[in-house]
């Protein structure tokens, strides 16, 4: 089973950025494909971006293309989000969760406790 931990939410002005991280621990990493989601009061959580196993193949949301840039370092076990040019729409808490295998199947587990994000306008 695998552990995961997210870090580096906080408040930013619109137009900042910010860079979360998932640590994980329990699996061999680059097993599983990791994805970041977000959830925003009163709204169903939302698949932000997605990465495979090797880092290879990324995948994003129309709302943050462009802006959001999905990465992993294997040999760390760690996953990252960088989010650039923000807007108070991606006000969210921002989970980081891992795939069933090193290929996104959409079968997401291992979900962090979440961190969140306020942008301000």
């Known amino acids: 089973q695998v552990q995961l931990v997210e870090s580096g939410g906080g408040l930013v002005q619109a137009g900042g950025s910010l860079r979360l991280s998932c640590t994980a621990s329990?699996?061999?990493?680059?097993?599983?494909?990791m994805g970041w989601f977000r959830q925003a009061p009163g709204k169903e959580r939302e698949i932000v971006a997605t990465?495979?196993?090797?880092?290879?193949?990324?995948s994003y949301a129309d709302s943050v293309k462009g802006r959001f840039t999905i990465s992993r370092v294997n040999a760390e076990n760690m996953a990252y989000l960088q989010m650039n040019s923000l807007k108070p729409e991606d006000t969210a808490v921002y989970y980081c969760?891992?795939?069933?295998?090193?290929?996104?199947?959409?079968?997401?587990?291992?979900w962090g406790q979440g961190t969140q994000v306020t942008v301000s306008s």
């Open positions: 990465i495979s196993g090797s880092g290879g193949s990324t």
């Open positions: 329990g699996r061999t990493f680059s097993n599983y494909a």
């Open positions: 969760a891992a795939d069933r295998s090193a290929v996104v199947t959409g079968g997401w587990r291992g």
